[in-house]
């Protein structure tokens, strides 16, 4: 998942935003041109995210872009037709998890951001599996 930028990066855009060059840039932060690039692009993607976000702050994609929620859900769920958060009204955890590509840990981040947005997403999960027992290896014999 995609992070906020660190302040170090976002003063790498703002000291190309100057006048730099790249190379001067890199010099500066003592990083390579390549990285400087990296950074660049990576920083910018999210900046523009956050900002289509405040015009359009139910949009799945957009979430993922600004991190938060994981590029494999929101890229599953486009492909299954849910584009903004609003189209998840009367879908079930089990819905959810039957769509190909979406775990658990998805489907909670899909219902917490649907709930932050007053979306419902009814049902419940199935609990987790917390003391599963190692199976045996096949050369240990169990004592009679």
Not at 110 to 116: P, T
């Amino acid at each position: 998942m995609r992070r906020v930028p660190s302040r170090r990066n976002l003063d790498v855009v703002a000291y190309l935003d100057q006048g730099h060059t790249l190379h001067e840039t890199a010099a500066h932060f003592l990083l390579q041109p390549t990285e400087v690039r990296r950074v660049e692009r990576l920083t910018r993607d999210y900046q523009e995210a956050a900002q289509a976000l405040e015009r359009d702050p139910v949009d799945l994609m957009l979430l993922a872009r600004v991190g938060r929620l994981m590029f494999p859900a929101a890229r599953a769920l486009a492909e299954n037709g849910i584009h903004q958060i609003h189209q998840l009204a009367g879908v079930t955890f089990g819905d959810l998890l039957c769509i190909p590509k979406i775990g658990r840990g998805a489907a909670e981040q899909i219902v917490k951001l649907a709930a932050e947005r007053g979306v419902e997403i009814t049902g419940r999960l199935p609990p987790r599996r917390m003391n599963a027992v190692p199976p045996t290896h096949p050369w240990l014999r169990k004592a009679p």
